[in-house]
């Protein structure tokens, strides 16, 4: 079972580990009040020694962002909706991390949290209500997304310039760092166990770099040697991707939504590109329907039913800027940055219609289970929800 995860940058000081450790639970309440966390400057710095090649990566990180307008800029929810209506969604509890909730992916137990300069945060997600910090697994670079391996009890997280790091989370409070994957800025990345334990393709959004693919044979290490069995660039930056049965789907920033179609495992060829109206930063897709979260455009929706002649059938807007997206049972769950979460029904992709949201500070990353909403958030961290 193919799992994403999928976000975005962010700059903003460091909670102390120490800090995190004692209050890493910084809200866990029945109701969806919008409680702020506590501000940046009553944090402290990270005990962590940083490489100087981090710190360059963080002062660009932070140049970069306060020109584009990040998170720093703006804290508060924004909320066009009619504050007398539901929203739909609560709180279950929210998980403070240190650094920035960027990308999330929980599979069964286990927890994992992109959280930006600080790495990969590991969570024991046995009750949502009540996540358990296990470990944090270092980087050199900005985490931006995350996904776990279940079969093998591997974690695989973005680190920029670093490309993808992996690393053995068998044993989640003591993560081992075990190999790289050498690309030029990783983003998003997903995981195919194609033989569990013993094999496993990465697919890597790599923004400049386009779209690679990765194969990892576990069986021949350590020291393990992934090897890049694809390579194809997008027009636009690479910023997500998803699998879709013998597809993949990369949302390729300006350009829109790019698609492959993978012809034996680890190799792909290019169909074609189709252009959204905005930055697509994220897709999903069900059946004959791809879900791209568009940026400022919102949700584009589109029929891929003949892959190599894409066409938009559907949009709706969002809040805010449309980030990352997951599809279950008919639904699309929207990291709509300063918009929170927001929820559309899609069981008519023709007719997509807003179904409920939840404010959170800055929505960046996305994961959806059976009963949860996991949203990775820049100012709150990982934030759980249910239905209401
Ligand atoms: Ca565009």
Not at 121 to 135: C, K, N, Q, R, T
Not at 229 to 234: C, E, W
Not at 344 to 372: F, H, K, Q, R, W
Request: aromatic content about 10%; glycine content about 12%; proline content about 5%.
């Amino acid at each position: 079972m193919p799992t994403a995860s999928r976000c975005g940058w962010s700059w903003r000081g460091y909670v102390s580990l120490t800090e995190h450790l004692n209050d890493g639970i910084i809200k866990n309440y029945d109701d969806a009040g919008c409680k702020r966390a506590t501000g940046a400057s009553d944090r402290g710095a990270a005990p962590r020694t940083f490489s100087i090649a981090a710190w360059i990566g963080v002062t660009l990180l932070a140049t970069a962002v306060f020109v584009l307008g990040g998170c720093a800029q703006k804290g508060d929810p924004v909320s066009v909706d009619d504050p007398d209506e539901p929203s739909g969604y609560r709180v279950v509890a929210i998980f403070g991390v240190a650094g920035y909730g960027e990308g999330v992916d929980v599979v069964g137990d286990m927890g994992l949290v992109a959280t930006g300069e600080v790495g990969l945060v590991i969570l024991d997600m046995s009750d949502p209500s009540a996540p358990v910090y296990l470990g944090t697994a270092g980087n050199d670079f900005t985490s931006l997304k995350c996904a776990y391996a279940p079969g093998s009890e591997m974690a695989f997280v973005t680190d920029g310039p670093n490309g993808v790091l992996a690393y053995d989370v068998s044993d989640p409070t003591s993560p081992e760092w075990k190999t790289v994957l050498q690309s030029t800025s990783g983003q998003d990345v997903v995981i195919s166990e194609t033989d569990p334990g013993h094999m496993i393709h990465i697919y890597v959004a790599d923004k400049n770099g386009g779209f690679r693919i990765w194969e990892l044979n576990l069986d021949w290490g350590p020291p393990w040697f992934p090897i890049e069995v694809y390579h194809g660039y997008t027009t636009g930056y690479a910023r997500g991707l998803c699998l879709h049965g013998d597809y993949v789907l990369v949302a390729s920033g300006q350009s829109g939504l790019t698609i492959f179609e993978l012809t034996s495992p680890g190799t792909a060829t290019k169909l074609g590109t189709f252009d959204t109206p905005g930055n697509a930063q994220a897709v999903a897709a069900f059946g004959d329907y791809a879900f791209v979260a568009d940026g400022l455009q919102g949700l584009q929706i589109l029929n891929i039913s003949d892959p190599g002649d894409a066409e938009i059938v559907a949009t709706i807007e969002t809040d805010d800027y449309a980030t990352d997206i997951c599809y279950l049972d008919g639904m699309v769950y929207v990291a709509d940055r300063y918009g929170g979460l927001r929820v559309m029904n899609v069981d008519d992709p023709l007719a997509p219609a807003a179904a409920g949201y939840l404010e959170t500070p800055c929505a960046s990353g996305i994961c959806i289970t059976d009963d949860y909403v996991y949203v990775a958030d820049r100012d709150w961290g990982l934030v759980i929800a249910e239905e209401e």
